[in-house]
């Protein structure tokens, strides 16, 4: 039997068969129903466990940002920027939503990236980037730039450090998430980030979870390309460079994931043969083959001979997890 008693910022309407999640502690102010009949609850008891997950999510948010105590209750925390994701948000990015405006004597309907800000009196307002004229990508990029702007502006007005560290993280974010959009010029890879921001099937949340996924890894390889001085670790290659992790991403804590101490900067074919346990590498950068690539190497230009110079001690534990758990040797 499902317990209704834990009801903090939650409100039941019966006649109207919802639950309410209702935060009105400044500097945020959410609310948001979680309807009984919705297909994807479906009962009373369904309803009350996804609004009470949203408000947990809500205020470990809200508290990692320094806007709400762990409890949400308030503190003198305050920002003049929102930098949480609303509840309301569909676009898994902060500041940014996907309109779709009907048109009138049109069937199609007007489409535009739009932007949050505050103007100079500090009113709420919103800048639309028209998707029908600049298209999908550019009218994304154009809205995520004048965020950008807008946070970077906003930050220089902060003149509390710890305050001032949080919108320069948001202005890095921002300028990272940028940068990979920027990058997307395969049309697969651009219609599948695309296809997944636009899903109405995706929680915003989540959306957001693979956002921070491409943001990191865009920041891994700018990390891993600048420790190599943008060479490959064996052959001195300065084209078509990967910037692979040594442990494995899903394998890896947060820390781990981000350290450019776990990656290399190698061609594609020794990057596909590392990444594939074939190869790896001793402490002091000395290549050991697979039995299973022994009569591929050759034909691959792999002599066995090859060496990574300029290896360093904080590269040692993640060679080591790779010779242990990631190098075939049978």
Request: glycine fraction near 6%; charged fraction near 30%.
């Amino acid at each position: 039997m499902t317990d209704f008693s834990d009801r903090k910022y939650l409100k039941r309407r019966e006649s109207e068969g919802f639950w309410q999640f209702q935060y009105e502690r400044d500097p945020i102010k959410e609310s948001k129903s979680f309807y009984d009949k919705d297909k994807k609850y479906g009962s009373k008891a369904a309803s009350f466990a996804a609004a009470k997950a949203h408000r947990d999510e809500f205020l470990r948010a809200a508290h990692e940002l320094g806007l709400a105590a762990v409890d949400g209750s308030p503190n003198s925390f305050d920002l003049p920027i929102q930098l949480s994701l609303s509840p309301r948000n569909t676009s898994g990015i902060i500041g940014l939503y996907r309109e779709n405006l009907p048109r009138a004597g049109r069937k199609s309907p007007e489409m535009n990236w739009v932007a949050n800000y505050k103007d100079d009196l500090g009113h709420h307002d919103q800048k639309a980037f028209p998707i029908r004229t600049l298209g999908e990508k550019e009218a994304l990029l154009s809205a995520l730039r004048f965020r950008r702007d807008y946070v970077a502006k906003v930050a220089l007005t902060v003149d509390v450090p710890a305050k001032r560290e949080l919108i320069d993280k948001h202005v890095q974010e921002l300028d990272l998430l940028l940068e990979y959009i920027d990058n997307l010029v395969e049309e697969d890879d651009l219609y599948f980030f695309l296809s997944t921001i636009n899903s109405q099937d995706i929680p915003a949340t989540e959306k957001q979870s693979i956002l921070a996924i491409r943001i990191g890894q865009t920041r891994f390889r700018k990390l891993v390309i600048a420790v190599w001085q943008g060479r490959c670790a064996i052959t001195g290659a300065t084209q078509f460079l990967t910037a692979g992790h040594i442990k494995p991403w899903s394998e890896s804590n947060d820390a781990e994931r981000l350290d450019p101490f776990n990656g290399l900067a190698l061609s594609p074919v020794y990057d596909k043969a590392f990444d594939a346990g074939l190869i790896t590498f001793e402490d002091s950068g000395r290549i050991r083959l697979s039995p299973r690539l022994l009569t591929n190497a050759p034909l691959l230009g792999i002599t066995g001979r090859e060496e990574i110079a300029g290896l360093s001690d904080r590269h040692h534990p993640y060679l080591e997890y790779h010779r242990t758990h990631r190098f075939r040797t049978k």
